[in-house]
C-alpha cells in the first residue's frame, strides 16, 4: 500500500484544511510530516470555523487515525488550546489522535529567540510568525533539541535547563524586547500534561506497519511549495522542506511508498509576509481578492498580500512534488471580476522564460498574462462541473492543459458541502 501526499503548491493558505477534509473518510491514517504551529489549516463545518495548527486535519472524522510526524515541531501551549477547542466542540480525539516521539518541542525561549533575532533585522525582517519555530528546527540541526519522548525521561528538566540557558547567552546578543519567560514558562509546562495524556508512537515503525497491514495513509503538508528551505523563494522561506519529499525524513517513509500527490492551489495567489510576488496586485483588484477571500492570516490574521494565479510557479512546484492531480480552491472568489488574468511566463534579462530564476528575490520579472472573461455569477449551487458556468470552466481547463496535471477537486466556497470532485 502506498502513501499520498496532498500539500500546497504556493506560499501556504492554498486550503489544504479543508480538503484534508474531505479526502479523510477514505483513509485509516491521516498524518502532518512537517512545519509547527505557524500552519493554519482552516475547516468550516455545520457553519462553524475551525483552525488546526498542529493537529492533522482528519481529526473530525472518528475513523481516522491522525499521526503528527516526527518532522514536525510542536508547542505544547499551543498545542493544548487546540485540544481544548476539540473539546469544546464535542469531538472525541483521544482514542484517533498519536504523537511521534521522534517530533520536536518548542520552548518559550524558542519564541523569545525568534522575537528578539526579528526585532533585530529591523527592515531585513523575512515575516516570522513569531512562534519559534526557526530556532526550534535549528536546535533539531544542531543536535540540541528536546523531542517528545523526552518529557518522560527522568533526566528532561535537567536538559531543558540547559537548553534554555543557551537560548538565554543567545539572547542577549540581541537589543531587549518585553517577554515574560517566566509567565510563559509556567503555562509551558503545565501544557506538556496534555501530551503526556495522549499516545506517543515510535512513528517510522507507525507508518511501516500500517502500509504493511495494507492501511491507506494520507500525509498532510503544511505551508507550502514556495516556502520550502531549499527550492522556495530564499531566504523568505520557512524552516523544513514542505515538498514531498519532506514526506521521506518527516514520516520516515521509503520514497517508494509514495503514490498519488495531490497538489493544491488557489485560483489566484497569495503570500503574507515579506519576500518576492510577481504577480501582486497593488490596487482596486488586490483589495477586491483581498476582502473578498478574506485573505488575512488564519494564524498572525495579518492581511495576505494577493494577486493573480501563477503558472510559472505552479509549473515548478509541481515538478518539485510529482503532483498526479490539482485540486483548485477559492474560485468563488474570483466571481464578481470580469477579468480575470493568469501569468503564463516571465520577462526577464531581456527574454521571455518559462522558467523561475535562480534567485527571485534578486531577479526583477515582469510575468506574462493570459486574460480570461470572468463569469459574474455565483457558484454557491454548483454542485457538478456542469453546473459551473461556461466562463469558469474554460479558465480551469486552460489551466489544467497549461500544466499538464489533471483538476481533481474544485472548491466552490468555505463550506465542506462547497466542494466538487471530478
Given at each position: 500500500m502506498q502513501v499520498d501526499v496532498l500539500l500546497g503548491l504556493q506560499w501556504g493558505d492554498e486550503g489544504k484544511g479543508k480538503i484534508v477534509d474531505a479526502l479523510a473518510p477514505h483513509y485509516q491514517i491521516v498524518a502532518r510530516f512537517q512545519g509547527g504551529p505557524n500552519a493554519g489549516h482552516t475547516l468550516v463545518i455545520d457553519g462553524r470555523k475551525y483552525v488546526l495548527h498542529t493537529v492533522p486535519s482528519g481529526i473530525f472524522h472518528a475513523h481516522t487515525i491522525n499521526l503528527i510526524g516526527n518532522g514536525v515541531v510542536l508547542d505544547p501551549v499551543i498545542f493544548r488550546r487546540e485540544l481544548a477547542q476539540l473539546d469544546e466542540a464535542g469531538v472525541e480525539y483521544r482514542h484517533n489522535l498519536v504523537v511521534a516521539r521522534k517530533a520536536h518541542l518548542i520552548l518559550p525561549t524558542h519564541r523569545y529567540l525568534d522575537a528578539a533575532s526579528e526585532a533585530s533585522k529591523g527592515a531585513e525582517k523575512i515575516g516570522s510568525t513569531l512562534?519559534?519555530?526557526g530556532p526550534a528546527y535549528m536546535d533539531k540541526t544542531g543536535r540540541n533539541g528536546l523531542r517528545i519522548g523526552d518529557i518522560h525521561l527522568p533526566e528532561f528538566a535537567s536538559r531543558y535547563e540547559a537548553l534554555k540557558k543557551k537560548h538565554l547567552r543567545l539572547i542577549a546578543q540581541f537589543p531587549d524586547i518585553p517577554f515574560?519567560?517566566?509567565?510563559?514558562?509556567?503555562?509551558?509546562?503545565?501544557?506538556?500534561?496534555?501530551?503526556?495524556?495522549?499516545?506517543?508512537?515510535?512513528?517510522?515503525?507507525?507508518?511501516?506497519?500500517?502500509?504493511?497491514a495494507g492501511k491507506r495513509i494520507l500525509a498532510e503538508g503544511a505551508q507550502g511549495s514556495l516556502l520550502d528551505v531549499d527550492f522556495g523563494t530564499y531566504p523568505y522561506v520557512t524552516s523544513s522542506n514542505t515538498i514531498t519529499a519532506g514526506v521521506c525524513t518527516g514520516l520516515g517513509l521509503a520514497p517508494r511508498h509514495i503514490g498519488d500527490v495531490i497538489g493544491i492551489t488557489k485560483a489566484y495567489c497569495t503570500r503574507v509576509g515579506s519576500g518576492p510576488f510577481p504577480t501582486e496586485l497593488h490596487g482596486e483588484d488586490g483589495e477586491f481578492l483581498r476582502r473578498a477571500g478574506q485573505e488575512f492570516g488564519s494564524t498572525t490574521g495579518r492581511p495576505r498580500r494577493c494577486g493573480w494565479i501563477d503558472l510559472p510557479l505552479l509549473k515548478y512546484t509541481i515538478m518539485l512534488n510529482g503532483v498526479t492531480r490539482l485540486a483548485v480552491t477559492k474560485v468563488d472568489v474570483l466571481n464578481e471580476l470580469s477579468l480575470i488574468r493568469a501569468a503564463t511566463?516571465?520577462?526577464?534579462?531581456?527574454?521571455i522564460h518559462t522558467q523561475v530564476p535562480f534567485d527571485l528575490t534578486q531577479t526583477p520579472v515582469q510575468p506574462e498574462f493570459h486574460d480570461f472573461a470572468g463569469w459574474e455569477e455565483s457558484?454557491?449551487?454548483?454542485?457538478?462541473?456542469?453546473?459551473?458556468?461556461?466562463?469558469?470552466?474554460?479558465?480551469?481547463?486552460y489551466i489544467e492543459e497549461h500544466l499538464h496535471v489533471p483538476v481533481s477537486m474544485i472548491s466552490t466556497g468555505p463550506e465542506r458541502e462547497s466542494l466538487i470532485e471530478r
Amino acid at each position: 500500500m502506498q502513501v499520498d501526499v496532498l500539500l500546497g503548491l504556493q506560499w501556504g493558505d492554498e486550503g489544504k484544511g479543508k480538503i484534508v477534509d474531505a479526502l479523510a473518510p477514505h483513509y485509516q491514517i491521516v498524518a502532518r510530516f512537517q512545519g509547527g504551529p505557524n500552519a493554519g489549516h482552516t475547516l468550516v463545518i455545520d457553519g462553524r470555523k475551525y483552525v488546526l495548527h498542529t493537529v492533522p486535519s482528519g481529526i473530525f472524522h472518528a475513523h481516522t487515525i491522525n499521526l503528527i510526524g516526527n518532522g514536525v515541531v510542536l508547542d505544547p501551549v499551543i498545542f493544548r488550546r487546540e485540544l481544548a477547542q476539540l473539546d469544546e466542540a464535542g469531538v472525541e480525539y483521544r482514542h484517533n489522535l498519536v504523537v511521534a516521539r521522534k517530533a520536536h518541542l518548542i520552548l518559550p525561549t524558542h519564541r523569545y529567540l525568534d522575537a528578539a533575532s526579528e526585532a533585530s533585522k529591523g527592515a531585513e525582517k523575512i515575516g516570522s510568525t513569531l512562534k519559534g519555530i526557526g530556532p526550534a528546527y535549528m536546535d533539531k540541526t544542531g543536535r540540541n533539541g528536546l523531542r517528545i519522548g523526552d518529557i518522560h525521561l527522568p533526566e528532561f528538566a535537567s536538559r531543558y535547563e540547559a537548553l534554555k540557558k543557551k537560548h538565554l547567552r543567545l539572547i542577549a546578543q540581541f537589543p531587549d524586547i518585553p517577554f515574560d519567560l517566566e509567565g510563559e514558562e509556567i503555562a509551558w509546562m503545565e501544557s506538556l500534561d496534555a501530551l503526556r495524556s495522549l499516545p506517543l508512537v515510535d512513528g517510522e515503525y507507525f507508518v511501516h506497519d500500517a502500509i504493511v497491514a495494507g492501511k491507506r495513509i494520507l500525509a498532510e503538508g503544511a505551508q507550502g511549495s514556495l516556502l520550502d528551505v531549499d527550492f522556495g523563494t530564499y531566504p523568505y522561506v520557512t524552516s523544513s522542506n514542505t515538498i514531498t519529499a519532506g514526506v521521506c525524513t518527516g514520516l520516515g517513509l521509503a520514497p517508494r511508498h509514495i503514490g498519488d500527490v495531490i497538489g493544491i492551489t488557489k485560483a489566484y495567489c497569495t503570500r503574507v509576509g515579506s519576500g518576492p510576488f510577481p504577480t501582486e496586485l497593488h490596487g482596486e483588484d488586490g483589495e477586491f481578492l483581498r476582502r473578498a477571500g478574506q485573505e488575512f492570516g488564519s494564524t498572525t490574521g495579518r492581511p495576505r498580500r494577493c494577486g493573480w494565479i501563477d503558472l510559472p510557479l505552479l509549473k515548478y512546484t509541481i515538478m518539485l512534488n510529482g503532483v498526479t492531480r490539482l485540486a483548485v480552491t477559492k474560485v468563488d472568489v474570483l466571481n464578481e471580476l470580469s477579468l480575470i488574468r493568469a501569468a503564463t511566463a516571465y520577462r526577464y534579462d531581456g527574454k521571455i522564460h518559462t522558467q523561475v530564476p535562480f534567485d527571485l528575490t534578486q531577479t526583477p520579472v515582469q510575468p506574462e498574462f493570459h486574460d480570461f472573461a470572468g463569469w459574474e455569477e455565483s457558484l454557491e449551487a454548483c454542485r457538478t462541473e456542469d453546473d459551473l458556468p461556461i466562463a469558469c470552466r474554460h479558465f480551469l481547463t486552460y489551466i489544467e492543459e497549461h500544466l499538464h496535471v489533471p483538476v481533481s477537486m474544485i472548491s466552490t466556497g468555505p463550506e465542506r458541502e462547497s466542494l466538487i470532485e471530478r
